[in-house]
Structure formats: C-alpha cells, structure tokens
C-alpha cells in the first residue's frame, strides 16, 4: 500500500490582497488598499483542500528558510499536508501574487514566481513512487515529461491543472494530454490550448483519443462540465453570495480529486467539488473556508 494518496507538486505563495472598488485596465489606475497578507499558491492550496477532506496529501515544493517560507510550511501543517518533501533552501524568495479583489468578489492576480525548481528528481521519484496520484501543473513540458513517464512506471496516475497563462500547455497539449489520466482546466484555459469552446461532443472526442480517467472543464459562475469513458456530466454551480473568488478552481480541483480516489459517480462529483468551492468563495481568501467532507454534505443538503 502505498503512502500517500497524492503528492502536489506546487510550492506555496505569498498573496498581498488589496481591494479596488474595481479591477484596473490599461493604462489605468485605481486607489486601492491592502486588506489581508495570506498563503496561497494553487498547487499549494489543492494540497491543503485535500488535506482538510482527509486524504493523505504530501507537497513536493521548496520554501526558503525566512518569514514567508515558515509561513507557508506551517499552513501545510495546519492543514494536514506531508511536508517531508518540502525542501527548504537559504537565499531564496517566496512565490508571490498580488491579486485585486472588485466590490463584486471578482479578481485579477499577478502572480510573479521564483527561479527556483520544485525538487530534486531524486526527492521526486521517492514522492511520486509513493503516492496514488500525482496532482501538477504542466508549467515546463521537460519536468513535466519527466514526472509523468516515471509516474506511469510506479502505476502512479496523473491529474493536471491547465490554464491559460502555461505557454507549454498552449503549444503541447496533445502530447500533455497523452501523459496525463485527468485533466481539468478552467473555461480560458481550453479556449487557449485547444481553439475550441468546451462542449460535450469535444469532451467526448478528446477522452476517448488520450484515453483519459476524466477531463473536467471549470465556467466560473457558469458551473462546470465533465466527461469520462461512461458518461458527460455538467452542473450549474451554487447561486450563493460572493465574498472572494480567489481559490476557487484550487478548491474544486482538490474535491474532485478526493472524489476520484474514492470513484464517486461523475455527477455526484461535480456537485460535491463545486459545493466545497461555493463554501470557499463565501469566505475571505483562497483558504478561506477549506471544508470536511461533512461540511460539503450538509452544505449540499441545504441548497440541493
């Protein structure tokens, strides 16, 4: 039996919110104000969702050994993640993302990432071996190739996150998906990567041709649809009140995972996962509200 459910290679990130009474354009500015200093990171945080539901999550990420890295360590911690594959590094500063919250809850993120890279191959072969899942972001198709193949080796499946800012996900993602066992991508990442609007006969078709477990597609306040070999499945979301969108997608994707290693029925797999992000978003930051499964029931059972 292996150790871990999931490894999530990702490291954490330091957030600095700031309220604007609405989201800057070009060439704009706005008077804004720092409300909150927060841990985030969207791998990081789909560790913590998981952590939280009681699956045995471990981080495969670096963290410096000042302030912000001892943060972002101790939310792992706080939230149930392995942190035996943190490696922690002098000289090296955290991830950071200013992110820009409107009156409506709705954001815009800038998110500037260190230089450093996640692990050593080694550290990752001993994470990966041991785990049921590896959870990942395709950012750099040689690293990526790497983790998969080896993965596939050790009978360890894969799930990614695509979105729209990963410029390899744009240019391979044939071959990304070809590596990968789910893929769930917010509604601009499939646009970006595949040219195409997320629809059932696409879904169908993409499935089938890269043999996949599942391939999710996230729409915002527009729900969610998915597909796997048996069936399609979309929901509508939950109409509730929004606080903060931040960690949305992280949220839903940690659900869903927990809902794939515990083969719930694809339908009932997106109600749950897009009730746990619901909870998340009513709440101020990307963890804000991170939710035991018996919180996500009682939550459906409210708003069914």
Do not use: W
């Not at 991830?95 to 709705?106: T, Y």
């Amino acid at each position: 039996m292996k150790t871990f459910d999931v490894v999530a290679v990702g490291s954490g990130t330091v957030d600095l919110v700031f309220r604007v009474p609405r989201l800057p354009g070009n060439d704009d500015k706005v008077v804004g104000k720092k409300v909150a200093e927060l841990i985030g990171g969207t791998v990081a945080n789909t560790a913590c969702v998981m952590g939280k539901l009681g699956l045995r999550v471990a981080s495969l990420s670096t963290a410096g050994n000042d302030y912000f890295g001892q943060s972002i360590v101790d939310d792992f911690v706080r939230n149930h993640v392995d942190i035996r594959f943190v490696q922690r590094k002098s000289g090296i500063d955290a991830n950071m993302a200013v992110i820009f919250l409107d009156d409506s809850g709705e954001k815009a993120l800038v998110y500037a990432p260190n230089d450093e890279t996640e692990t050593s191959m080694v550290q990752a072969q001993e994470a990966i071996s041991d785990s049921r899942v590896v959870y990942i972001m395709p950012g750099r198709l040689d690293k990526f190739r790497a983790i998969s193949r080896y993965a596939k080796e050790k009978e360890t499946k894969i799930v990614v996150d695509i979105e729209s800012h990963l410029p390899d996900s744009q240019q391979h993602i044939h071959e990304i998906l070809s590596l990968c066992d789910v893929a769930i991508f917010n509604k601009e990442g499939f646009r970006t990567s595949l040219q195409q609007e997320p629809e059932r006969e696409t879904l169908e078709q993409l499935v089938r041709k890269h043999d996949l477990d599942a391939l999710v597609v996230t729409c915002g306040g527009g729900g969610v649809m998915a597909c796997n070999r048996e069936k399609f499945a979309s929901h509508p979301g939950y109409q509730i009140p929004v606080v903060d969108t931040t960690g949305a997608g992280d949220t839903f994707n940690g659900a869903f995972i927990y809902c794939y290693l515990n083969n719930t029925d694809l339908a009932d797999a997106l109600s749950f996962a897009s009730a746990a992000a619901a909870i998340n978003i009513s709440h101020f930051g990307a963890r804000g509200k991170l939710s035991t499964v018996n919180d996500i029931n009682n939550f459906k059972e409210k708003y069914q």
